[in-house]
């Protein structure tokens, strides 16, 4: 089955083709420090077979965050707990990544000022965000920079540039959050300047043998918002600096999704034809004949699974069993699967 078989790209060797997405914990202590429960909830799904696991939300600074209890990479304090999370998945056969990220408007700590492109609040219960300006663009650019090097120190095998969901990137990727007159806003190719200038920051210290992932949301579901034929545009603009697209969709403004088992699939194929670049695609998929369908079909390089596999740490080992396969369990698991 195309679900377990392996899949190269750069130094990523993964032994399936199953992806744990970067998922929300809250967890972390008000320093931005990981701890016990991070440990082992990373653990649990390196155990359970998940070949690629992508670390939540990190932010780049301290009101980059989306709470005051994410994990933050923005000084070198925060480096040995992350290191711990990385050697206790490469101990287990899986690669890691690490998800890097600015909260922009949608943060709700008390660790700084609320900042986005352009002063618009997420919505009429959130706070009005500061407009940014370009000396303080310049800054966060640099605290990716920054991040990028001290995830490197941490051991992980990849960077992902977290550029949906409503958070900063995003927000400057959107017309509905992006009012800016300057040489950040207005057209399709000044809305992508500041992800642009992120990579370009961020692939002068990553090292070039290490993979760079790119999370987008390829649809606002809101007229005027963000489509996938402009999505289509900016990975073209910017593809030079990632090697695979992490497709998601929504999260800028509130609005009505319809979403259903994957719905996000079409994205993560339209994006993969038109811009020829791998991608991972994600969205309530839970059955692994769904996960191999798309696979089979060429409509995704990865699947990840996101709340199937908090429900189930184990998932690919029953899956596995399920089609009567013989893959590599677990040493201390192999008399449950036999």
Known sequence: MKTFEE????????????????????SADE??????????????????GASFIIVESTAVTSNGR???????????????????????????????????????????GNSGEVLAPSAIAF????????????????EIIEAFKQAAI??????FDAIEIHGAHGYLIDEFLSPLSNLRKDEYGGNTENRTRFLKEVLEAVTEVWPKEKAISLRVSAEDYKEGGMTVDEMVKIID???QYIDIVHVSSGGLVPTYIEDYPGYQVNLADFIKGHCKIPTISVGLIKDVDMVEEILSNERADLVALGRELLRNPYWVLNAAKSKNLNIDFPEQYKRAFS
């Open 7 to 26: 899949y190269k790209l750069k130094n990523l060797h993964l032994k399936n083709r199953i992806v744990m997405p970067p998922m929300d914990m809250y």
């Open 237 to 239: 603009m910017v593809k």
């Open 66 to 108: 989306i709470s005051d209890n994410d994990l933050g990479l923005w000084n070198d304090d925060q480096i040995e707990g992350l290191n711990k999370i990385v050697n206790s998945v490469k101990n287990y056969g899986s690669n890691i990544a690490i998800q890097l990220n600015h909260g922009g408007r949608k943060y709700i």
């Open 123 to 138: 919505d009429e219960n959130s706070k009005i965000p500061r407009e940014l300006s370009k000396s303080e663009i310049n």
């Open 150 to 155: 001290r995830a490197n120190k941490a051991g």
């Open 31 to 48: 320093y931005g420090r990981a701890n016990e429960f991070h440990y082992n909830h990373y653990a649990a799904r390196a155990i359970g």
